[in-house]
């Protein structure tokens, strides 16, 4: 891939993610979360080996250290779960849109950990962004919801940090293919103890369309994307770009909805998602306006 294409494929890959809470909402699934999260991981995960090629997964295995396999695997699980458990208490477009605007910002926090490219003031001021939209959503959201969705975009952003700390060690464009097949996989046989008593509802023929879809396209394909654009930008960068698409949705929502969206919820979403904006058009404003 391209340098300049990789911020259109973080686009494509985003695009792909929002449509899984269209699709469990529109789903009407039975299943519980986490029988949905760890169907998508494992039968994504599958799909991720054979496009990673299944030696280069076992590679993957031998060649990463522990740590970083580790930290892939719990973000990726906890992600997947907190994500589908908040959709019924948050609704569609905020569950999309919330942990994309976390996972930015919990990145910036995260890169405190890699000494080499850690920006304290970044992460200071991260961390404060993310205190005070939080505190504004607090005023007109479910306790729960809320926690979710933050739980979502901070494990988003340390199972992107794994991967960018594999592909920083590491050059081979396969790497970054190979954690995420290895994320997901270990993250859907984590899950898969809770499914227990709901194997039955997940094998319903409903719960197993909406099922391969986000297995295949919204996980597979996605990540599959996501992975190899992430070779070009940072964590941060990456993570700006994936709040677009959902951005997008959410405003549709409001839109359409019939009843408004309190102002204390639209502040602490500005709070959030004004920094990344400024994020994404400096550099572009730079490029812009630079003597020829």
């Known amino acids: 891939m391209k340098p300049s294409m990789a911020p259109l494929a973080v686009l494509a890959a985003s695009a792909l993610w929002a449509s899984s809470g269209l699709a469990v909402s529109l789903g009407h699934l039975s299943a519980a979360p986490t029988?949905?999260?760890?169907?998508?991981?494992v039968f994504g995960g599958l799909a991720m080996a054979f496009i990673?090629?299944?030696?280069?997964?076992?590679q993957a295995w031998r060649r990463l250290n522990g740590r970083a396999i580790v930290q892939a695997v719990l973000g990726m699980a906890l992600f997947q779960w907190t994500f589908f458990a908040s959709v019924p208490h948050v609704g569609v477009g905020l569950a999309?849109?919330?942990?994309?605007?976390?996972?930015?910002?919990?990145?910036?926090?995260?890169?405190?950990?890699?000494?080499?490219?850690?920006?304290?003031?970044?992460?200071?001021g991260s961390?404060?962004?993310l205190l005070v939209g939080a505190a504004l959503l607090y005023r007109s959201l479910e306790a729960v919801g809320l926690f979710l969705s933050v739980a979502a975009g901070v494990s988003y952003a340390f199972y992107a940090d794994a991967t960018k700390s594999v592909q920083r060690d590491h050059n081979d464009?396969?790497?970054?293919?190979?954690?995420?097949?290895?994320?997901?996989?270990?993250?859907?046989?984590?899950?898969?103890?809770?499914?227990?008593?709901?194997?039955?509802?997940?094998?319903?023929?409903?719960?197993?369309?909406v099922g391969i879809y986000l297995a295949l396209p919204a996980t597979a394909l996605a990540y599959a994307i996501f992975a190899t654009a992430l070779r070009h930008l940072s964590s941060a960068e990456a993570l700006s770009l994936v709040t677009i698409p959902p951005s997008i949705g959410f405003i549709l929502e409001v839109l359409l909805a019939p009843a408004p969206m309190p102002w204390s919820a639209l502040c602490g979403l500005l709070v959030l998602g004004a920094p990344l904006a400024v994020r994404s058009a400096i550099?572009?404003?730079?490029?812009?306006f630079r003597p020829a």
């Open 35 to 41: 029988s949905v999260a760890a169907t998508r991981l």
């Open 52 to 58: 990673a090629k299944l030696g280069r997964t076992r």
């Open 96 to 124: 999309s849109l919330l942990p994309s605007l976390l996972a930015p910002l919990a990145a910036e926090a995260l890169a405190v950990a890699h000494p080499v490219h850690a920006r304290p003031s970044r992460a200071w």
């Open 127 to 129: 961390i404060g962004i």
């Open 173 to 209: 464009p396969a790497d970054g293919l190979a954690i995420t097949a290895v994320a997901l996989l270990g993250a859907g046989v984590a899950l898969l103890p809770m499914v227990g008593p709901n194997l039955h509802v997940a094998l319903s023929w409903r719960d197993l369309v």
């Open 283 to 288: 550099p572009r404003l730079t490029r812009l």
